[in-house]
């Protein structure tokens, strides 16, 4: 299983075993490379599933409960949203649409951030809410690609959290937050997940269990997607997906811990902070009536 992290300020690491064996140079040289991150750079300029054998012999290991992982694409190019992709959530919500109605959304890539870190409520009267996805990381250009030919253009797959305020606001200023897009903890590649229609999911917050899926349920499958999303806009490597929500969304509150598990990819857990939390009505812009 290759799986790539971003850990220790910006180092590439490749898990194997309990190890973290540090390959940045070996897949993106020795430059800087920008708030977007050396795996970022990786993506964009190598191999389409990233590294099938390196000689691993010589290079720094860190084991990995000593490392602080960070998000593996820190800023993405884009985040597209998928909304309503289950129809277990459909029925939830109550809603008469979904993604064959609604199309694709576009999240701020600046609500990005990695394992352990802080969601941050915004409102202390306004519900937010988690949502446990699948993220699809795209690996070279797409426009207008046929679902049969569209995981020939993904890099890799990771784990996300797709947060949302429960107010008026379209949906994509809800969704665009600060830290309301966790991603992580690694990127595993494409070629060891040859059917992302079948990958069970979990969602915990509180130690209790909110949401329990499995990918072949998506309404939009992962192909379909891709080339739906791709006749809208060309995607770019490093650009990623969210691939839709299941039913058992939920309030989040101070304190909580939020955990996303995706079969053959790994577990995703970060905490949620309203210590700064403030009135809906106080909000920068609002308008008095």
């Not at 939020?258 to 053959?264: C, F, G, N, Q």
Request: charged share 25%; aromatic share 6%.
């Amino acid at each position: 299983m290759v799986r790539l992290a971003l850990f220790n300020k910006g180092r590439i690491g490749l898990l194997d075993g309990d190890d973290l064996v540090d390959v940045t140079e070996l897949l993106a040289g020795s430059g800087t490379f920008g708030p977007a991150g050396a795996l970022h750079h990786h993506i964009e300029t190598a191999d389409l599933h990233g590294p099938a054998e390196l000689d691993l012999a010589g290079r720094t290991r860190f084991p990995l409960a000593e490392t602080v992982l960070e998000a593996p694409l820190p800023r993405p190019g884009k985040i597209i949203g998928a909304p309503v992709n289950y129809l277990d959530h459909k029925a939830e919500m109550e809603y008469t649409t979904s993604v064959a109605d609604l199309g694709v959304f576009l999240k701020a890539n600046s609500s990005v951030i990695g394992p352990g870190q802080d969601i941050l409520l915004p409102y202390s009267d306004k519900r937010t809410d988690q949502e446990g996805e699948l993220g699809v990381v795209i690996g070279r250009t797409a426009a207008h690609v046929s679902p049969d030919e569209a995981l020939d253009y993904v890099f890799g797959y990771t784990c996300l959290l797709d947060i949302t305020v429960r107010s008026g606001e379209d949906r994509s200023t809800r969704k665009s937050f600060d830290t309301f897009t966790p991603i992580g903890p690694w990127i595993v590649t494409a070629d060891e997940i040859p059917d992302p229609d079948s990958l069970d999911l979990r969602c915990d917050v509180g130690g209790a269990r909110r949401q329990r899926t499995n990918t072949a349920h998506l309404i939009y499958g992962i192909r379909d997607l891709i080339a739906y999303t791709s006749s809208v806009m060309t995607l770019h490597p490093g650009d990623v997906i969210a691939t839709g929500t299941p039913a058992g969304v939920g309030p989040l509150s101070h304190g909580d811990r939020v955990v996303v598990e995706i079969e053959r990819i790994g577990r995703l857990e970060v905490g949620v902070d309203g210590s700064r939390a403030t009135p809906y009505e106080e909000r920068p812009g609002r308008r008095d009536h």
